[in-house]
């Protein structure tokens, strides 16, 4: 339990948002980014001043789970975290709210809602932290149900099982990253996965969507750390085997992760778990430009080192979050192990950075058991690495604070591979600038690497520009199709680890070949069929 609030419109903890003088200096630098006077700073709407539509289903009393149709609840179940989302929030702009919200405390609950929502036509919405940023929790189901119901699983919040001999858990999915750490934490171990909205979404979420963490090679997808996984659905309870690996056919869990709710209700996995790391390092590498930061990048890449992080930042992304002024490129790399020294691994690969012209200005940074027992802690200052870090966990809240200046920033990613990326670096930033020009007027386009692969990476795009109050949604829509038809265009995928949701629907469907998608519709009439399970996400009903 926790006194903490957190905020119904915007991103993480009230306590954490910035507060007046936080705000009053940041506008105060974006006025000059942007060459403007002074900027206005507005409020958000109270939640005393909402005015919801009156709930259109109850669930009935006999159906013994805990729920609200308060409009605190409903309001902070209506919409995920994304640029659109929080712009909606905070103007008061909630024309979709969940007639209710349902809080199972166990799976025979989840059962229970489900064939409720079956037998009376409402739309069942599987809701973990709410931290989507792509509509994918929201209550946008159209006219055809009775209502819709948000189903928030944080209730199923333990760690239920340990074999410490396999290193796995058993976790129930509605925890949150950080709970799932503390429990794991007396043994020894760590699920190792670390999104940057850990701190507020949960397992089920993270398997739902197919979710990509903070690692950038080896296990950084979530899909890498199931053994087997339950489900609830409209039609049974799916279990698979847990297993370390198999050729049985076309795996269980595949169809479950991804599926983004709309086949059922995750309710546990066994998770792979690993020891904890002991011996960690980095590095904050400087190139005179990018194109020679993409080609240590893909060095590195495909050395087999298999670094724990490897992300490059183009000049403007450097300057702006890590500090880093005057680079054609900052590469912030790292590497960590439960089990040995991590040094040589850095040393080879900063002299594989430095074979394409990249230099270190702070030095490597080394926390093992080997400086520690020399007294030592950490080796060097973290310089860039560090000031990269904390930019990057305060971004959400900062974000927050510049749509209550009307400015839009907001993200998108893909992935390619390496031998496509320059054209398509190319092409989506020339064609997003475009847009950013037309629709704002000006603004910035960066782009920066957050996962690397033998065979390709995962360029992830920031767009900062002045918006117009009243408009910024329309704005930002036309900006995210340009971007969205030049990903596609130049060979990307829609999402790399963002999921699909209702807003990627449009070039998902395109994206996903026609027999697959036959498939789909197949397995959801099956698991699903009333139709009434996350609808409008993924894929449609039949």
Known sequence: MTSRQRSWWGWGWEDEALDAEQRRKLAAAVAGRLGRGDIEVRDPVGLADLRLR??????????????SASIGDRAAHTFGKSYRDVVRGFAGDLDCPPDAVAWPADE?????????????????????????????????VGDGYAGAVSIDLTSLDRVLEIDRVSRAARIQAGALGPVIEDQLRPHGLTLRHFPQSFELSTLGGWLATRSGGHYASVYTHIDDLVESMRVVTGAGIAESRRLPGSGAGPSPDRLFLGSEGTLGVITEAWMRVQDRPRFKGSAGIHFPTLAAGVDATRAVAQSGLFPTNCRLLDGTEAALSAGAGDVGALLVLGFESADHPVGPWLDRAVELCRDHGGTVPDGPSLSDAAVEARGGGRASQEGAVGNWRSSFLRAPYARDALVAMSVIVETFETSCTWDRFDALHAGVTAAVEDAVARVCGGGWVTCRFTHVYPDGVAPYFSVFAPGRPGSEIAMWDEIKAAAAEAVLAHGGTITHHHAVGRDHRPWYDRQRPDLFAGALRAAKATLDPAGVLNPGAVIDPA
């Not at 259109?56 to 729920?67: I, K, N, Q």
């Not at 973990?128 to 994918?136: A, K, N, P």
């Open 108 to 140: 025979a609950e989840v059962v229970r809602l489900l064939d409720w929502c079956a037998d009376a036509g409402v739309a069942a919405l599987p809701y973990g932290g709410g931290s989507s940023v792509v509509g994918g929790v929201e209550a946008r």
């Open 54 to 67: 009156e709930p259109r289903v109850e669930p009935p009393a006999g159906l013994g789970v805990r729920w």
